[in-house]
């Protein structure tokens, strides 16, 4: 009676060890549904992988202007005279819809934008105004120049386009330095040529011109000997150099957008030109760059 006891109670304690295993397999595989079968729970297989953080935001939420007369309205509202309030950049002109209205709206214009442009900068004024609108650490800063180094009294005077590009790093690097996060926008310099050829059968125009303005493009505008026709190509390669000179270098830094030619392209019409000078873009050709900008700082990718 004493050995079947025994036997009868080994064989109870086989049973609950069995039936105790098979609990906890059911415990383990409860706990961890999603673990293939056999495998130990792990963590880091069910975790989903972070989403990478694009570095162009496509919706800053503040913006800084650095640039020449273009971006300050010149000759757009009258004579002689900056007009900020219809500059492509930061103006507040419903007409014109500026890159600022576009992405801040008019409540966030006036505390959130900066304009910093000067009329008359060329490439070397950059660098200090970088360090003006780092000030603000923008998330966008935009950038047209260039014009006035082309612009100048002779061929022989322009800038050089080495001396260009070395102002134009500095530029970069001094904003890097200040705002390291800013992004930036570079518009590729208008084609002076286009501009010329446009507005030299205008009287007004031509006598504006006299006074000075781009004399090295401008100059003797009805002039159509050789002489005058290769004076006015050197100036416009000189112009495709610089922009040339700018795609490249903003192309190595990961937070810059060039406008891939965009402005040199396009074709002002008179309307979209200052019925004062002929050169300068009026309040329709404003907006025609606040469009173009606009386009290229939303698009998902940058333009080619």
Request: aromatic share 6%.
């Amino acid at each position: 009676m004493r050995q079947r006891a025994r036997t009868h109670r080994r064989r109870g304690a086989r049973v609950i060890a069995v039936a105790l295993a098979g609990l906890c397999a059911v415990s383990m595989t409860a706990c961890d549904s999603s673990s293939p079968k056999g495998a130990r729970p792990d963590s880091t297989t069910s975790r989903p992988s972070p989403s990478p953080i694009p570095l162009w935001d496509r919706t800053p939420r503040s913006l800084a202007a650095v640039g020449d007369s273009i971006t300050r309205g010149f000759d757009a509202c009258a004579v002689l005279t900056d007009c900020p309030e219809v500059s492509w950049a930061t103006g507040t002109d419903a007409a014109v819809n500026s890159l600022a209205l576009r992405l801040l709206g008019p409540s966030g214009i006036a505390s959130r934008s900066w304009n910093h442009a000067r009329s008359g900068a060329d490439v070397a004024d950059l660098p200090a105004q970088m360090a003006a609108a780092a000030v603000h650490k923008p998330d966008l800063v935009t950038v047209m120049v260039g014009a006035n180094d082309a612009c100048a009294d002779t061929v022989e005077r322009m800038t050089p386009v080495d001396r260009f590009r070395t102002s134009f790093e500095a530029s970069l690097a001094r904003l890097r330095k200040d705002a390291p996060k800013a992004q930036v926008y570079v518009s590729s310099v208008p084609d002076l040529k286009r501009l010329w050829s446009t507005g030299r059968s205008d009287p007004l125009g031509r006598q504006i011109w006299r006074l000075g303005i781009c004399s090295s493009m401008l100059g003797e505008a009805e002039d159509d000997s050789p002489a005058a026709e290769q004076r006015r190509d050197a100036v416009r390669q000189r112009i495709v150099a610089y922009n040339t000179v700018m795609k490249d270098v903003c192309a190595e830094d990961e937070r810059c957008r060039h406008d891939g030619g965009a402005v040199f392209d396009y074709r002002f019409s008179g309307a979209q030109l200052s019925r004062w000078d002929w050169f300068h873009p009026s309040r329709d050709g404003q907006g025609r760059l606040a469009e173009i900008a606009y386009r290229n700082v939303t698009a998902a990718e940058p333009p080619a």
